[in-house]
């Protein structure tokens, strides 16, 4: 769990801190006022996706114990100091409300600052690379000591679609869907998202699968994965299905595919498979076989964590 689940703890603000210069520490104030880009006053406020960060008191003081010398709020550069809550265990995309302000994760950990740190140059460490966590503004407001952190999760959705009579009509097992799940956790697993699966398996029909993607579309599904009916039989229904509805193609990343696997087995050529984009959600129309899911996956997997962060404008090269 990410929140301190002990009765009668609450999750709280313990200092609020400003600085006007990057690379020094913060210094504690009785109150700070956000805008849409940040503390006011504060040298990190910008048009862009660090705009207020976050260190947890608790990791301050299992630190001050560690070197043997009192850390101070803001001596970390942290805009807010909390108390009550892992930040170790938050993800990207999780909220807080503080008040009437309203903070979304973009970052988990930063690039140290090295020589331009204080605590670093005196003791040859620093937390806030690892476990400070950095935030844009969703509502500003005023933030003071005290105020009560509301913490809101944030996950990432995905729906795998199995088009396919003879798995609808349980003549055979699904294996395509499953992999793709297991694809998708494994590349997942120790990474700062937070998701959630789900299946379907639906016959080969153009209907089914249309209505079943309007479904997600209403639900925010962020990502929908198809597999099968992408070849040229007629019964092969889901390219044209899926390029009915995509408001952005991104071709390139099926070609490449397509040209990566037909150089050794031409009949990969024959697929018609796609991607794109159907308002925010992405949407990987795959072939049916196992063997096509694992190498159609391989490439994917490389590009979806920017895909995600395009979805969500987070820049992260500013």
Known sequence: MIVNMEKNVSIRVVSVNISK???TIKNPVSEITITENGVLGDAHSGNWHRQVSMLAWER???FSSEISRKIQPGEFAENITTRGIDLK???????FRIGSTELEVTQIGKACHGNRCVVYQEVGECIMPKEGIFCRVIKGGKVKNGYEIEYLPGTLRFLIITLSDRVSQGICDDQSGPKIKELLENYFQGKPWRTKFDSVVLPD???????????ALKEGVDFIFTTGGTGIGPRDITPDVVNSMVNKVIPGIMEHI???YGEKNPKALLSRSIAGLIGRSFVYTLPGSLKAVKEYMEEILKTIEHCILMLNRI????
């Open 205 to 215: 029909d153009p209907q089914s699968l249309k209505k079943e993607i309007e479904k």
């Open 315 to 318: 820049d992260v090269h500013r």
């Open 89 to 95: 265990n938050v993800a990207i995309l999780d909220r």
């Open 258 to 260: 397509r040209i990566k």
């Open 60 to 62: 301050i003081e299992q």
């Open 21 to 23: 210069e990057k690379g």
